[in-house]
C-alpha cells in the first residue's frame, strides 16, 4: 500500500515504514534509547531525503519516548530531578551543537566529522559495556560478588561543588559534572542530529552508578523535551518536517515501544547491559563497513533543487 | 523596412521549404498528485500534416520525444580513499540539469540517424548533461547519468512510438513518482531518410491537490503552528499508547 508523503515529495510503502518503525520502538523502549540512530539511516535508506528523515525522525522519538516515559513513571522508575537538570544542560549543549553545525557546514567538514564521530562513539561506548558486563556476568557464574558497581569510594567528580541529593536514584553528587554531561552529549546529538539516548544510558550507569531502572525513565524523559522542541524547531526553520510520514512513523514506533518497555521488565541488569552493548557494537560495524569497503559506486549526487 | 522585409521573406522561403509539419497533442495537461500518487503516464498523439505537392517519400517517418523535467543544480561527489577510511571528496556541481528525461522514439537511434547527428538532435543523455561542444561525458557526467538511471528518472525506450496510420503516431510518457513538481517539456521531432523534417513543442505541468497541497502550504506558510501541531500529535499518539496498553 502506497501512500505519497507531501513534504518528502515521493511515495512510500505504508506497511513496511510501520514495520521498520514498530522494531525501532521496540528497541527504544527496551533500552530507553530515542532509537534516532537506527532509524534515520533506515529512512535514507529508503530514499527519503536525509534533511526530512532527521526533522520527521524527532517527532518519532518524541511519541516512542512520551509512551516510555509515562511507562516509567507509572512505576516510579524516574528520577524528575535529576531528569530536569540534565534536560538544562541539555539544552544547552543543543544550541551550541547547532551552531557548530552551521560552523562545520560552512567550512565542508560535517560529513567527515559526522562519520568519524559516529564510528568512535559507538564502538567506545559499544566496547566499554561489552567489556563490563562480560566481567560482571563471569564474576557472578564464579560465585563472586561483582566488584565494578560495589565500589565504596567515590570518583573525585562527586566532590565538585554544587552538591545535589538525588533520592530516587540514590545518588549524591555535584551538579556540575552532571550538567557537564548532559550538555556534551546534547552538543553531540545535535550534529548527529540523534537524541543521545546511547550515550545517556551507559554514562549515568558507569560513571554516576544510577540503578539501571531509573536510567532508562530518566533518559526518556530527557529525550522527550528535547525532540518536542528539536521538531518545532525543525519545522519553523527548514520546514523539513513530514507530518504524514511522522503519523506513519509514530504509529508503529508507539506500539514497538510499548511492548519493548514490557520485555525490558523480565530481563535482568547485567545482561540487558550486555545486549544494549550488543546492538551498540553491531550498529558501529554497520556504519564503519559503509567507509571502511571499497564503494562499488564511488559516486552520490545530493538532492536537486528545482525552481518551481 | 528593408530588413523587417528580408526577415518576412525569409520566414516564408523557411516555410515553403519545410514540406511536413508535426501537430501534438497530450492526453492530460496537469498531473496531479494526491495521496496516491505513484507516477504517472500520459498518451502523446502526433499528426503529421504534409504539403500535398510531395505525397510520396520514400523512406518511413522516425519520430524521436524527448521529456525533460524541471531543471537544477546537482551536486555529484566521489568517494575516495582517505588514509583507511572511504570518504566523499571531490564534487563537481552541474547547473541546468533536468530533474528527469525520456528519450522515446520509433527505433533506435542510431538507424533513425547517423551516429555523427546524434548530438545535434538531442538524442543521448550527455547532451542534456554536457555544456555545448563538449563530446563525451565522462567521470563525473558519466556517474549523474548512471545513477539517474539507476533511479529511473532517466530512461530511454527505443521502440515505443507506434504509427497507427502513416501520418498518426501515439506514445505513453511516463513521469517518475520521484520527479520534482514543476513544468516538464516535451519535444517532438520527425524524421525521415536520416533528416529532420519538423519539429513540434508541448508540455505538462505536476502539482499537488488537496490534502497534499493543504499540508504543503501550511508547512510552507504557518512553520511554527505546523510544528507545534506535529509534536502535539506525537505526544497524543505516545499518551494513547501508554493507556490503551495500561494494565494496572
Known sequence: ????????????????????????????????????????????????????????????????????????????????????????????????????????????????????????????????????????????????????????????????PFSMQFPQSNLKASIIPLVALATLIGFIGAILGIGGGFLMVPALIYLFRVPTAIVVGTSLFQILFTMLAATVLHAATNQAVDILLALILILGGVFGAQFGARAARNVRGDWFRLMLAVLILTIGVRFSLDILVPPQEPYSFGTQETRR | MRALLLILASITWLGTARAESLVVSLSNQHIDINSTYAGAQLVLFGVVIRDGRNATRADAYDVLISVKGPAGLVTVRRKELFGPIWLNREQQKFANIPATLGLISTRPFTEIVDSEFLDRFGMRFDNYILPKGAVQADGFAAALIRLKQDDRLYAIRDRDVSFLSPDVFRATLDVPATGPLGIYNVEVSLFAGGVRLAQAETFFTVGKVGFEQLI?????????????????????????????????
Not at chain 1, 563490563?132 to 570518583?155: D, F, I
Not at chain 2, 506535529?230 to 499508547?241: D, I, N, Q, S
Request: charged share 10%; proline share 4%.
Open chain 2, 216 to 248: 504543503a502550504r501550511e508547512a510552507r506558510d504557518h512553520g511554527v503552528l505546523y510544528g507545534m501541531a506535529t509534536a502535539a500529535m506525537a505526544l497524543c499518539f505516545g499518551w494513547l499508547a501508554s493507556v490503551i496498553f495500561r494494565r494496572d
Open chain 1, 1 to 160: 500500500m502506497d501512500l505519497y508523503l507531501p513534504i518528502a515529495e515521493m511515495p512510500i510503502n505504508v506497511l513496511t515504514v510501520l514495520a521498520v518503525s514498530a522494531a525501532v520502538g521496540f528497541v527504544s523502549g527496551m533500552f530507553g534509547i530515542g532509537g534516532g540512530f537506527m532509524m534515520t539511516p533506515l529512512l535514507i535508506f529508503m530514499g527519503v531525503p536525509p534533511a526530512i528523515a532527521v526533522a520527521t525522525g524527532s517527532a518519532q522519538i518524541a511519541a516512542s519516548s512520551t509512551t516510555g516515559t509515562l511507562a516509567y513513571w507509572r512505576r516510579q522508575a524516574l528520577d524528575m530531578r535529576l531528569g530536569l537538570l540534565l534536560l538544562c544542560g541539555g539544552m544547552i549543549g543543543t544550541v551550541l551543537g547547532v551552531w557548530a553545525f552551521g560552523a562545520l557546514r560552512r567550512i565542508g567538514q560535517l560529513d567527515l566529522v559526522i562519520v568519524l564521530s559516529y564510528v568512535t562513539l559507538l564502538f567506545s561506548v559499544g566496547t566499554l559495556m561489552m567489556v563490563e558486563s562480560v566481567k560482571t556476568l563471569a564474576a557472578k557464574r564464579r560465585g563472586q560478588p561483582a566488584n565494578g558497581s560495589q565500589r565504596v569510594h567515590k570518583p573525585w567528580y562527586f566532590k565538585l
